[in-house]
């Protein structure tokens, strides 16, 4: 009898310790999808503002930059032929990080 006692106790704390650690690993697949939305999100910022910016319509490249996530840095470069813009941006998750995200769009200059 004293056999099953300690075996109900052993289950008890295997399923607590696996509660925490599904727990553990749900909330990183969201932070890493989290990740995914935020690149996505750099990119197409990045592309519309060196878009307007190859148009000139420096009105259009403001709104979009104002669309940019929380945080991140929006670097425009001018050549003679075309326009660079990176979108930097770091990631946060508690004291994990930071993991560094960047997107970067290239677009001929019009006109």
């Not at 769009?105 to 006109?111: L, R, Y």
Request: contains cysteine.
């Amino acid at each position: 009898m004293n056999s099953v006692k300690h075996s109900r106790g052993m289950v008890t704390a295997e399923l607590a310790i696996s509660i925490m650690a599904a727990t553990i690993v749900a909330a990183l697949l969201a932070w890493s999808i989290g990740l995914v939305a935020t690149q996505a999100r750099c990119e197409e910022i990045a592309a519309r503002v060196a878009r307007f910016e190859s148009r000139g319509d420096e009105e259009s490249a403001e709104k979009a930059r104002a669309n940019a996530p929380e945080g991140a840095d929006v670097q425009v470069t001018e050549y003679p032929d075309r326009v660079q813009v990176s979108v930097t941006k770091d990631a946060y998750f508690g004291r994990f990080g930071p993991v560094a995200l960047k997107a970067v769009a290239v677009v001929p200059k019009e006109g």
